[in-house]
C-alpha cells in the first residue's frame, strides 16, 4: 500500500519546520512578556516580532493584531453580541454568534444586504468556494484563504478578521484576531491588561514564535507560486475522479475556489463511510468540516447551497497542500474509484 497520504490540510495543515524550530527556541526563554526586567523584555521582543509576522503575512500593518486560543476564540470575540446576521455557511464558530439570516445561492455565494451588521467567510473550509467580501463588512473569517489566495487584510475594507494558526502548518491552539486600528471589542477574558486589553491572560509564547514563523514561511509560498501548483494538481485530480460521468458532482466547480480543495458528492454513498474506507486504504480525508464532520448529519453548508439531505450526507472532503505529490494524489484516485466501484456493485 506504501506510506500513508495526508489529503485532509483544511482541517489541520502539517506542521512547518520553520515552525518547529521557533517553537523550540522559544522554550528556552524563561521571562513572563508582561514583566520588565531582562528576561521578561525578551519574551515581549519575541511576541512582537511574531506579531509582526503575523500582520506582514495577513497585509495587516498598522492594524491591531491579537493573539487568542484559537479561531474559535477569535470568532466569539468578534461577533458575540454585536446583533450580526450571516449565511448558513459560515462556520459554527461564527454562526453560533449571528442570525442566519443571509441568503445563499446555488453557486455557495452569499447575498450581504448590510455589510455593516455582517459577518461573511472570504472561504468555506468544505467547498472552498471564496466570497467577494463587500466593502465596510463587519466581520471576516479568513482562516481558510489565509496562506493560499493573495489578499491584503487592509485592501479588504472590513473591521474585523481572524485566523488560526494550525491551518498555515503553525502549532495548534494559537490564533489571532485582526482589527482595523481604532476599533475596539469587548474583552471576553479578564484578569490582566495583556494583547491591548482585548484578551487576558499570559500569551502562549511558544505558540504564538510558531504561528510567527508559520505565517512568514506561508507568506512565502504564495509568493513563490507553490499554491498554482497545488491548484493544477488539484485540477487533475478532479479530472480523474469526476471524468468517468457516474453521478460525482465536485461542489462549486467553475467558480472561484481555493487553489487545494475538492469537495466530491456521491449520491447515495454517505461520506462518513468514505472517509472510513480511504482511512483503510492509507488516506486521511474528511467528509466536511473537522469540527463537525465526527457528527453523523449532513452537511448544514450543502443544504444551504440546495443539497437535499441524503447528497449532502454523501460528501467527502479532499484538501492538499504543496507537501502532495501527483503520484500520491493518482494513489488516491485510484483507491477512491475502486471503492466508489464496489459501492455502485452492491447498491445495484
Known amino acids: 500500500m506504501g506510506?500513508?497520504?495526508?489529503?485532509?490540510?483544511?482541517?489541520?495543515?502539517?506542521?512547518?519546520?520553520?515552525?518547529?524550530?521557533?517553537?523550540?527556541?522559544?522554550?528556552?526563554?524563561?521571562?513572563?512578556?508582561?514583566?520588565?526586567?531582562?528576561?521578561?523584555?525578551?519574551?515581549?521582543?519575541?511576541?512582537?516580532?511574531?506579531r509582526g509576522q503575523v500582520a506582514a503575512a495577513l497585509g495587516a500593518e498598522g492594524a491591531d493584531v491579537v493573539f487568542v486560543s484559537g479561531a474559535t476564540e477569535a470568532a466569539a470575540l468578534a461577533c458575540a453580541g454585536r446583533g450580526l446576521v450571516c449565511g448558513d455557511v459560515e462556520h459554527e464558530a461564527v454562526s453560533a454568534w449571528c442570525a442566519p439570516?443571509?441568503?445563499?445561492?446555488?453557486?455557495g455565494c452569499v447575498a450581504v444586504a448590510d455589510p455593516s451588521?455582517?459577518?461573511?467567510?472570504?472561504?468555506?473550509?468544505?467547498?472552498?468556494?471564496?466570497?467577494?467580501?463587500?466593502?465596510?463588512?463587519?466581520?471576516?473569517?479568513?482562516?481558510?484563504?489565509?496562506?493560499?489566495?493573495?489578499?491584503?487584510?487592509?485592501w479588504l475594507g472590513c473591521d474585523i478578521g481572524f485566523v488560526s494558526a494550525h491551518k498555515i502548518g503553525g502549532p495548534k491552539g494559537v490564533?489571532?484576531?485582526?482589527?482595523?486600528?481604532?476599533?475596539?471589542?469587548?474583552?471576553?477574558?479578564?484578569?490582566?491588561?495583556?494583547?491591548?486589553?482585548?484578551r487576558a491572560g499570559t500569551e502562549n509564547l511558544i505558540g504564538i514564535a510558531g504561528f510567527g514563523a508559520a505565517a512568514e514561511a506561508a507568506a512565502r509560498d504564495?509568493?513563490?507560486?507553490?499554491?498554482?501548483?497545488?491548484?493544477?494538481?488539484?485540477?487533475?485530480?478532479?479530472?480523474?475522479?469526476?471524468?468517468?460521468?457516474?453521478?460525482?458532482?465536485?461542489?462549486?466547480?467553475?467558480?472561484?475556489?481555493?487553489?487545494?480543495?475538492?469537495?466530491l458528492v456521491t449520491p447515495g454513498w454517505k461520506g462518513e463511510t468514505q472517509v472510513m474506507q480511504m482511512d483503510l486504504a492509507g488516506f486521511a480525508v474528511s467528509a466536511g468540516s473537522a469540527c463537525s464532520s465526527g457528527k453523523v448529519r449532513a452537511s448544514r453548508v450543502l443544504r444551504a447551497i440546495?443539497?437535499?439531505?441524503?447528497?449532502a450526507a454523501s460528501a467527502l472532503r479532499v484538501s492538499m497542500g504543496p507537501g502532495v505529490t501527483e503520484a500520491e494524489a493518482m494513489r488516491f484516485a485510484e483507491a477512491w474509484l475502486r471503492a466508489?466501484?464496489?459501492?455502485?456493485?452492491r447498491a445495484a
Not at 473550509?125 to 479568513?142: C, F, K, M, Y
Not at 490564533?175 to 482585548?198: F, K, N, P, T
Request: net charge neutral; with cysteine; aromatic share 4%.
Open 222 to 263: 504564495l509568493a513563490s507560486g507553490a499554491w498554482e501548483s497545488v491548484l493544477q494538481l488539484r485540477n487533475i485530480l478532479e479530472l480523474a475522479l469526476c471524468e468517468s460521468g457516474k453521478g460525482t458532482i465536485s461542489v462549486g466547480k467553475g467558480g472561484a475556489r481555493l487553489p487545494n480543495t475538492l469537495c
Open 3 to 50: 506510506s500513508r497520504v495526508y489529503l485532509d490540510w483544511n482541517a489541520t495543515a502539517p506542521l512547518r519546520p520553520e515552525a518547529r524550530a521557533a517553537m523550540t527556541a522559544a522554550m528556552d526563554l524563561v521571562g513572563n512578556p508582561s514583566s520588565v526586567h531582562a528576561e521578561g523584555r525578551a519574551a515581549k521582543a519575541l511576541l512582537e516580532r511574531a
Open 101 to 107: 439570516d443571509l441568503s445563499v445561492d446555488g453557486e
Open 117 to 154: 451588521r455582517s459577518a461573511l467567510q472570504m472561504a468555506n473550509s468544505e467547498t472552498g468556494i471564496l466570497q467577494e467580501l463587500p466593502a465596510g463588512l463587519a466581520v471576516s473569517d479568513l482562516t481558510q484563504a489565509f496562506g493560499k489566495v493573495p489578499f491584503a487584510f487592509n
Open 175 to 198: 490564533g489571532a484576531l485582526v482589527i482595523r486600528r481604532g476599533l475596539d471589542v469587548e474583552a471576553r477574558l479578564r484578569g490582566g491588561g495583556q494583547e491591548m486589553g482585548r
Open 306 to 311: 440546495g443539497f437535499d439531505e441524503m447528497d
Open 340 to 345: 466508489r466501484e464496489r459501492h455502485r456493485a
